[in-house]
């Protein structure tokens, strides 16, 4: 289970305004700074170079080369908005520094402190996490089909959304205040090609709902489900039992038990490297996503308190 990239839905959900390389180049510091245990630190550079860039999103060498150099100025300047708890806001850059090495291909960037946070925590029910692997979205030329890929996949156990206000939606996906004003454009040139690329290219099957006040639109919810794979009618046959069980697992729990399996010591066999508890858990969550992983580990999330419903 390579290539996760894991924020807080705090962060998945904040304000900001980023381009589709500068998303690109974020996903892939997230992913790194996660499977190598570098760059988890504000004293700590992430390298990122052109060949994984171009690896990753199948573009061309020269692609790579500009996104990264792009980035030095671009990226460094962008800011984010969460809203906090009790309400106030918490303003961030997401990275502190950039150092482009030229003719090399490749840059050393530096997250910040609140990127750090939002993307190595795991404290199960108190504080939720998105997740997806990389490849989901590495086919999209919209940002905007990343940006609701995002805010979808917090959803992902029931398969919808609640009604996403119209003027923060828009702040959420990345636009501008003066951008596509009139509602046609916003939904020819952003939603539904968003919506296009995500059925064409991810996982999951999309639509969208519009709610009105008055006659206006005021904002716009969001059904999808998984597109159907041929080893999912195999699996689902192979063992019914463990597959309703499976079942009732919610998202929060999985990250809750994984946490906790991460430090069983009979768990050791499974994990990878140097890496920490926290990473360890990230990919305990996701291996608890499929139902012959979670058979396999069923007796030690018996162990660690997990009853099934």
Known sequence: MTDLVVKSN????????????ETRL?????????????????DEPLELNALRYAKAFNVSSDAAYLALTEAEDSLFKRQFTITNEDGTLTKSRWIQDANYRKGEGRILVTLTRVVIEHVTKI??????????????????KSVYAVRLYELLMQWKSVGKTPMYELNKFRSQIGIGVNEYARMEAFKRRVLDIAIDQINEFSDITVKYEQHKKGRSISGFSFT??????????????RDPKTVNIFSTMTDAQRHLF???????????????????YQQFAVRIAEMLQTPEKFKELYPYLQKVGFKAA
């Open 26 to 42: 974020l996903q892939l510091a997230i992913v790194d700074a996660r499977e190598t245990g570098q760059g988890l630190s504000t």
């Open 10 to 21: 705090k962060l998945v959900q904040a304000l900001q305004t980023l381009t589709l390389s």
């Open 224 to 237: 999808f489900k998984q597109k159907k794979t041929g080893n999912q009618s195999v699996e689902n046959k």
């Open 123 to 140: 404290d199960g029910f108190e504080q939720y996490f998105t997740s997806y692997h990389l490849k989901k979205t590495s086919d999209f």
């Open 258 to 276: 994984a946490n906790k399996l991460s430090q069983l010591p009979e768990m050791s066999k499974y994990s990878q490297g140097t890496e920490s």
